[in-house]
């Protein structure tokens, strides 16, 4: 067999490797945003709050219980029909948005959970109110005990992001598909691709173990080995 | 009267575990609960701050009424010290950050004078050295001390101890013991529970047993200790003193 290469893909790819980094970016911090939200509303929303919880809920249920293609899908050719339309990339964000934000609820509800009661009880002893212990007391222990999770799931949304190629976005898997299309080297173009995605997930990746030690505190998390 | 509980009633499920219970302290004393495990002395102390509502009966703060559902509990609570049995210093912080975090976000004092203040209380309970360590790098002693000082520097109008020492090593109670008899020395009013039964002789003003959720007896150590009118207080102590020896 022989393989070809050309440089002159080079350009399309970094343009879709920017829009994948793109989708990425907004949907995971976005989703974070609602992640914590949600979660903080599943744990602490009770008594005349209850229908907070179940709508958070039902929410997290709905977005995991379901396949993010239907979802995609839905968003892009369904919605129009009642006068909702939207570009593929945002069609796209959102639908990677909405959920991601109910699988990183769950992780931050781990997170938040992992925290001994006493750090709750011991700020609102000191006169803290229930938000300024959750911000000064509760996140900041839960968000370093999230990042192995949360990088996790960084992960799966690199890739899973590949998905909006199917309504025609133009990110780095709609890029190749596109060059695939015109040169027929489909071997060579994917196994660029494949190496594009590896490359950015690597490099995250070490992103994300530089923050995790950075950010370490003795007594919290990484407890060295069990 | 710095503290007035009148009355108290708290249920768990079926199980009643404050049937009743009233008493009172005056500014500047030191009252001891004593009792056996399961009598409901450490759910009055959490009743006091409201970190578990009481279902009957009022508390008052000076003329405050701490159980009167239109008080700010945040307002009260920062006027009344807190010490845990494990502590719960904030894991994330340092010790300096655990003693400043009150001072800033509840007293909202700039950071500046938090610090002083901090340290100041650090140094009180002997520990201005570990101001940057974390509560994981302390021993346990350490730990609590940390917490007594990150309680003082909120000047609060009293401290609640609830079993202070109980998740001590031996040999680390004597350095949290002496912290807690300079304060009551020094005129804080303080309720504690504990069992440190040498501490209750020394420093309470008056000692009060309970037992299955009521008050049995109440007064000065020397009628505690030495005349008890109730049997069961008489009981207990000798249990008490055959089990850690003598001289506590």
């Known amino acids: 067999m022989n393989l070809v290469f050309s440089w002159s893909w080079l350009p399309k790819l970094a343009e879709g490797l920017l829009l994948t980094l793109e989708l990425t970016a907004i949907s995971m911090s976005v989703g974070a945003f609602f992640g914590i939200v949600l979660a903080i509303t599943r744990i602490y929303a009770r008594g005349p709050l209850l229908p907070l919880y179940l709508l958070a809920s039902g929410y997290v249920h709905f977005f995991r219980g379901t396949p993010l293609l239907v979802q995609l899908m839905t968003i892009y050719f369904a919605l129009p029909t009642v006068g909702l339309r939207f570009s593929p990339f945002s069609a796209g964000v959102l639908a990677l948005t909405l959920n991601t934000a109910a699988y990183q609820a769950e992780y931050f509800r781990g997170a938040i959970q992992s925290v001994r009661a006493g750090q709750m009880q011991a700020a609102l002893a000191l006169g803290l109110s229930r938000l300024q212990a959750l911000r000064y007391v509760i996140l900041p222990q839960a968000l370093r005990l999230v990042i192995p999770p949360w990088s996790n799931e960084l992960i799966y949304m690199v890739k899973g992001s590949a998905v909006v190629y199917l309504i025609g976005a133009t990110e780095l898997m709609g890029q190749a598909k596109n060059i695939a299309a015109r040169t027929f080297r489909n071997f060579e173009v994917y196994i660029v691709v494949a190496l594009f995605y590896l490359a950015l997930i690597l490099v995250l990746t070490l992103i994300l173990r530089w923050v995790e030690r950075k950010t370490r505190v003795p007594g919290l998390g990484l407890p060295g080995r069990a | ?248």
């Not at chain 2, 575990?17 to 008493?23: A, D, E, I, N």
């Not at chain 2, 009167?68 to 009344?80: E, G």
């Not at chain 2, 004078?113 to 994981?136: C, M, S």
Request: one cysteine or more; a positive charge.
């Open chain 2, 1 to 248: 009267m710095l503290l007035r509980v009148v009355d108290l009633h708290k249920r768990y499920g079926r199980e009643e575990v404050l049937k009743g219970v009233s008493f009172f302290l005056e500014k500047g004393e030191t009252k001891v609960i004593i009792g056996p495990s399961g009598t409901g002395k450490s759910t009055l102390l959490r009743c006091i701050n409201r970190l578990t509502e009481p279902d009957r009966g009022r508390i008052w703060l000076e003329d405050v009424e701490i159980t009167s559902p239109k008080v700010n509990i945040n307002r009260i609570r920062a006027q009344i010290g807190f010490v845990f049995q494990d502590f719960n210093l904030f894991t994330h912080l340092t010790a300096l950050d655990n003693v400043r975090l009150g001072l800033m976000r509840v007293k909202g004092m700039g950071k500046k004078e938090a610090t002083a203040r901090a340290l100041q209380e650090l140094a009180r309970v002997g520990l201005a050295d570990k101001a940057k360590a974390y509560p994981a790098e302390l021993s346990g002693g350490q730990q609590q001390r940390v917490s007594i000082a990150r309680a003082l520097a909120m000047d609060p109008k009293l401290i609640l101890f609830d079993e202070p020492t109980s998740a001590l090593d031996p040999e680390l109670i004597g350095e949290v013991l002496a912290v807690m008899e300079d304060l009551a020395k020094s005129g804080m009013t303080m309720l504690v529970v504990t069992h440190e039964m040498g501490f209750a002789r020394s420093v309470a003003d008056e000692i009060i047993f309970m037992e299955k959720g009521v008050i049995l007896e109440q007064g000065p150590p020397e009628q505690i200790f030495y005349s008890p009118k109730h049997p069961r207080t008489a009981e207990f102590l000798r249990r008490i003193t055959d089990l850690y020896g003598g001289n506590r």
